[in-house]
């Protein structure tokens, strides 16, 4: 019996190692049919572009790369999902690259330009300097912001261009408008009579001091609210000297109300040459020009009370204004003056216009200081104004002609790059 159970148990244990040898087995083989096959249904990635080249960019300081590259095989073409091109950039071979730009798909060169430099309080990584070199790659990308393999690594360093093609029309109407200036001054100095334009305001000038002289009533003059250096203001000056030297020979007060004390002093030079000229300097009074307050308003106000007391018969507004242009030239209709007003400030000329006699609008004051001096350097710089302009005016009407027609060369020939 003990025998018998010896075999039964021997046989128990073989079979229970048999069923935990083959429980195992499943157990370990079923992770193996669990792996998920590679997923394949996403969209595939575009072929990257090729040749990929970095060039110094013409016509600059030195602070810019043209990067050029044929366009990828699945770009219009092949699998056509390209959407764009990723330009990498590095100051580093070895890296890392940051993404410099995103050209859309089509376009084949990028000019990479930074000519920022950075401060401490501004700093610019993207600076890029005189004589540096910069690493690029690029890739391409695809349907659901799928990217291709990257380009090799190609360099590129920046140069400053010691001659700037595209600047070459600049320089060839600066040519063109000093050799127009050196023939005009000259011709004006040997006394050869240069023909300008007459100009309503200008010629009204003598007749507005005319008609003080008959009515027995004083002239008005204001340089506005500019400084002794600006432009308006200066070209106010040359017309005073007429007008001042005009007035002396007539005599006639003239009256000159400033708000700067650097004006004042040149007003007063001025009138003073002016009568001197004129042969009557025992007729100049320096109180006729005098200071009145450098506070815009509180100004006006008294030149208001001016005009209303002295009752002039001519007001000259010649200078740089702002917003009290309405409020001097009402006044003067008021007073019942004739009125010539004269500025370069493009936002008060509407209320000239509307409110005075005559108006000099921007650059006529200017041309106004050259008719009335005859002075020959301003009268051969409106000459060669002039003639360049009408030049100017030819480029654009021959321009417009070869973009009409589809003449590209003339087209480039008569483009200015600023």
């Given amino acids: 019996m003990k025998h018998v159970f010896k075999v039964k148990l021997t046989i128990t244990l073989l079979i229970g190692m048999a069923l935990t040898l ?21 969209p595939p990635a575009p072929q990257p572009p090729t040749n990929l080249r970095v060039e110094d960019e013409p016509n600059d300081f030195g602070h810019g790369l043209k990067i050029r590259w044929n366009l990828s095989a699945d770009d219009g073409a092949g699998l056509n999902n390209v959407v764009a091109y990723e330009l990498l950039r590095s100051d580093k071979a070895e890296g890392p690259f940051t993404q410099r730009a995103v050209i859309p798909k089509g376009i084949s060169e990028y000019s990479d330009k930074d000519e920022t430099r950075p401060t401490e309080e501004a700093p610019n990584p993207n600076f890029m300097d ?40 600049i320089l060839i109407v600066v040519i063109i408008f000093t050799i127009f200036l050196l023939v005009f001054i000259s011709s004006a100095k040997k006394g050869k009579s240069l023909y300008i334009r007459p100009l309503a305001g200008i ?7 005319g008609r003080a002289t008959e009515m027995g009533k004083p002239i008005l003059y204001i340089l506005g609210l500019g400084t002794a250096g600006d432009i308006a203001t200066i070209a106010g000056f040359t017309i005073l000297a007429r007008v001042a030297k005009r007035t002396a020979e007539y005599q006639t007060k003239v009256i000159v109300p400033v708000q700067d004390p650097v004006v004042l002093v040149v007003a007063q030079e001025t009138v003073r040459t002016a009568y001197l000229e004129a042969g009557r300097p025992d007729q100049y009074n320096p109180d006729n020009v005098f200071f009145v307050t450098s506070m815009q308003f509180p100004y006006v106000a008294a030149v208001n009370g001016i005009m209303l007391r002295e009752r002039p ?15 001097l030239a009402e006044t003067g209709n008021v007073a019942g003056s004739i009125q010539i007003a004269g500025t370069d400030q493009i936002s008060q000329l509407p ?10 609008i921007g650059e006529e004051l200017y041309a106004a200081s050259a008719y009335l001096s005859q002075e020959p350097v301003q009268m051969g710089t409106l ?10 005016m030819a480029i654009i009407v021959l321009g417009i002609i070869a973009i009409t027609a589809g003449w590209p060369f003339i087209r480039d020939l008569v483009t200015i790059n600023l």
Avoid: H
């Fill in 130 to 169: 005189e004589n540096s070199t910069w690493y690029y790659q690029m890739v391409a990308i695809g349907d659901q912001q799928v990217r291709s393999n990257p380009t090799p690594i190609v360099s590129g360093t920046t140069r400053p261009n010691w001659i700037l093609l595209n600047k070459i029309p």
């Fill in 203 to 209: 010629n009204a000038v003598d007749d507005a001091i």
């Fill in 313 to 327: 018969a001519t007001n000259f507004y010649m200078g740089v204004f702002y917003a009290e242009s309405l409020i």
């Fill in 383 to 392: 000459k060669a104004q002039d003639y360049t302009k009408a030049i100017a």
């Fill in 22 to 42: 083959s429980v195992g087995q499943v157990c370990f083989a079923q992770p193996e049919t669990m792996v998920a096959p590679p997923d394949t249904s996403g």
């Fill in 351 to 360: 209320f000239f216009v509307a409110a005075t006699d005559y108006t000099l």
